[in-house]
């Protein structure tokens, strides 16, 4: 048999998740001869032997890899003989351009979890056990190779023990970075409001799990930063810790034992119990059940629960007191981002917390817990962050180095770098300084993790984000892209799609190209141009963002736009000052024009008796989709399109799609919408019933559009994104209806339909830029 040495190049998530021990023992066990190494482009191989065996070695590298790597492209080309005795493994390298991948921070694995609760093992009840197949990583790296001294780690020296296990190719334990033990590795301490030390080690977690019992806030540092805890059966407790926090009624995730527990909790079918007990661990969404046994406070007004199970080893030590059940929501105060600093946490959240279980491994960068969702058959992303990110995207072409900024709320960053789109973590909304300041270091991270130098920055059209802003200060090319078109290239992106396709885009807010708010918009077009070719009826918006939070003042302005001045007699008009907002609107102060659907479900919300004023954000447009019940129904209220003036091209980067569709743009009649509503509502129609009705009206609507867009320009795809398609009714609703309609019909999977995927279609339509110049 012929003797050959190859080459072996292997890109992916293959650093830091055992796969260079992984490839030894495959050497080993072919008999071949070579040395495997770490390097900023992956793992290189050397491997020299018989061709069969060869050939055997590069396929077992996909069959078998380890749990937490991801094999991307495995390169081999044949090289000189040389006369090695061995195969080995040898130090990382530095050298070259940087192109491996860094995998996401998981759930402790079964086999550390069987050390973990067994008594004669040295890591018996350690809360930072962990190995090549599980742990933090994103977290806790701050460059590339991955190796321990680039993380927050290498503040710990290993013991004797432990070395030896980082030592041993054929230990679970070889080269895991954060690899540690009891006696070497980072340790609890219970710290008072005040920054007092209370306790350390096993009895500061006896303190905390009796302080929980008796009602106390504790905020708990994880993996990706501060949790505020409480016993999530206990109101006074949550209601407390609401009245601190300023959420006055935002429902609240909690975290359970195990799988039976959540299943007492919540209605959970296969897909729902998957994604819980998933590596990832999301907050996973789910029907409340009846008598789950916790306090009403924890979710009011909602008929789901956020659900997760424990992920890091000290999540189990917290759930084995007398508290089974507890309140796990994100360590900060409203609208600002999460805390990592032990010091950070006292100053920021010492008005919150009644004490602070700490530890001493630093949090590199901010993390907050993933959320997802059954809808449409599938588990959808309502918040991509802790197990997801930096996780890249695979897309369909390659191209340059491209940034996407993202928008104001629910931000992420995007950095395309060949076929790769690398996400952020979820960073926040950008409305306050502490906010800002991760976005810049998740921008920096990214950036240095990967070596990308963008050859362009693209950001939101809204001049005052800022994200924008910070886009502009740049010594860097920048694009300014409409919001709307933003969310179609991401949902085509995320497909595989080139397009064109007819986007629905369906949200609250987006600056639109007339300096109108948008956000009821039907789209033509792909990341290299759009047009607008229907939108939902422009009405004022007293107030403008202030009217966001007083539904009811919406309602008002849009049955005067119904109406007129006489407005129809109902009872919500009862309970408020109505003159103030009829003047504004009629006299336009202060009251911009919205196509928005977000702001259409306030407004019908507010009329049928339901949401008057909001605490947190679509909480009426949620609570009017619970009405439904899950249906739409047979009947809907008809809801007139009409033609209006020329459509308005938003972008091109292509002559292709320059050419203007025959025809008029095409208006939804939000007035005629209002009008059947009012007429319910005057009719003694129930609540639940007006929901199924204008839902449904909504998607005969969209669907009507969709399928003049098609008779006259022969698009038969058609991409759902933006904010409002987290209502699962009206998601279904309308995959079924265009469906039935011979559409074929793309959704959002790996990326959520809000915001948190604009900055990935910003990206790509720079690089269809960056293609023309």
Known sequence: MPIERWKISVSGIVQGVGFRPFVYRLAKERSLVGFVANTSEGVAIEAQ??????????????????????????????????????????????????????????????????????????????????????????????????????TTMREFTMCAPCQREYDD??????????????????????????????????????????????????????????????????????????????????????????????????????????????????????????????????????????????????????????????VMTSGNRSEEPICIENHEAVQRLGCIADCFLMHDRGIHLPCDDSVVALQAGMIRQIRRSRGFAPKPILLAGTGGMVLGVGAELKNTVCLLKENHAFLSQHIGDLKNLEAYRVFQHSLGQLATLFEINPALIVHDLHPQYLSSRWAKEQNIPTLAVQHHHAHLAACLAENHQAGPAIGIILDGTGYGSDRTIWGGEVLLGDARGCQRFGALEALPLPGGDAAVQAPWRIAVSYLHAAYGAALPDLPFLADHECGVILEMVQKRLNSPLTSSCGRLFDAVAAMSGGRQTIHYEAQAAIELMQLAGGELGEEVFPCEVYEEDAIAELSSVSARTKRIPS???????????????????????????????????????????????????????????????QNRLLLEGMNASLGRAGFKVLMHTKLPCNDGCISLGQAVIGREALKKR
């Open 663 to 725: 025809g008029c743009m095409l208006k939804i009649s939000v007035r005629s919408l209002i009008r059947e509503v009012a007429q319910a509502v005057q009719a003694g129609m129930a609540q639940n019933e007006i929901s199924r009705r204008f839902h449904g009206g909504l998607v005969a609507a969209f669907t009507r559009v969709a399928e003049e867009a098609r008779r006259r320009e022969k698009i038969s795809t058609v991409a759902l994104s933006g904010g409002v398609f």
């Open 169 to 326: 190719p054929a230990d679970r334990r070889f080269h895991a970075q954060p690899n540690c033990c009891p006696d070497c590795g980072p340790q609890l301490a219970l710290v008072a409001a005040d920054g007092r030390l209370v306790a350390q080690r096993d009895e500061a977690l006896r303190e905390t799990l009796l302080r929980l019992a008796t009602g106390e806030i504790v905020a708990i540092k994880g993996v990706g930063g501060f949790h505020l805890a409480v016993d999530a059966a206990n109101a006074q407790a949550v209601n407390c810790l609401r009245q601190r926090k300023g959420r006055e009624a935002k429902p609240l995730a909690v975290m359970v034992a195990d799988l039976s527990a959540a299943r007492k909790i919540c209605r959970l079918g296969d897909m729902e119990e998957q994604a819980l007990t998933s590596q990832e661990r999301p907050i996973v969404l789910a029907e409340k059940k009846e008598g789950h046994g916790l306090a009403e406070e924890v979710a009011p007004g909602c008929d789901q629960f956020g659900l997760m199970l424990p992920y890091a080893p000290l999540h189990y030590l917290l759930l084995q007191g007398s508290v089974r059940t507890v």
């Open 49 to 150: 032997g018989q061709v069969a065996q060869l050939d055997d070695f590069l396929g077992a590298m996909r069959r078998e890899a380890p749990p937490l790597a991801q094999v991307g492209e495995i390169v081999a080309v044949p090289i000189p003989l040389r006369d090695d005795g061995e195969f080995a493994l040898l130090h990382s390298t530095a050298s070259g351009p940087v192109s491996t991948l860094i995998s996401p921070d998981v759930a402790v694995c079964d086999a550390c979890l069987a050390e973990f609760f067994s008594p004669p093992d040295r890591r018996f009840r350690y809360p930072f056990i962990n190995c090549t197949n599980c742990g933090p990583r994103y977290t806790i790296v701050e460059r590339i190779p991955y190796d321990r001294p680039h």
